[in-house]
């Protein structure tokens, strides 16, 4: 059985090319929202929809990460390596964890379980430092009592 998978050719988009550059320079992991108020004053006629449809196509073409972490914008990161995120479970800010894991994991989780594994995903979730402050904050001078 042949599993190559042939990769889906599109056309050259410079609305899609800005798109990946925006992702690129930023570590900030953002949201569609996020890329279509950054790029609208250069893109008049751009729409949500549009960087939607782009940002798949860049996901399809293996240029960009989806990141799903449970809240309800999914997330995207440029930054296609091996590497791991935390998440604020406070303000959704998700940051980069340099966490090395054995370089073998996979093949050890397809040995146990007796199937094949062919990637996986590792998300750690707590409160980033500002909001691990204002939690721990006297309740009387932040006003939330």
């Known amino acids: 059985m042949d599993t190559t998978v042939e990769a889906k050719r599109y056309k050259r988009s410079r609305q899609r090319e800005r798109i990946l550059d925006t992702l690129r320079r930023t570590d900030s992991h953002p949201t569609a929202a996020w890329i ?10 751009l729409s949500l929809g549009t960087v939607y449809r782009n940002l798949n196509i860049l996901h399809d073409q293996g ?4 990141l799903q972490s449970g809240s309800t914008f999914d997330r995207f990161d440029a930054d296609t390596s091996v590497h ?7 303000c959704g800010k998700v940051e980069d964890v340099a966490f090395p894991l ?7 989780a397809s040995a146990m379980l007796g199937r094949v594994v062919t990637g996986h995903r590792l998300d750690f979730f707590g409160l980033c430092n500002p909001c691990s402050s204002a939690e721990s904050a006297d ?3 932040t006003g939330k009592l």
């Open 84 to 90: 791991y995120h935390f998440v604020c479970q406070a």
């Open 63 to 66: 240029l960009v990460r989806v």
């Open 139 to 141: 309740p009387v001078e």
């Open 102 to 108: 054995p370089h073998d994991l996979d093949e050890r």
């Open 36 to 45: 279509y108020d950054e790029l609208k004053r250069d893109f008049p006629d």
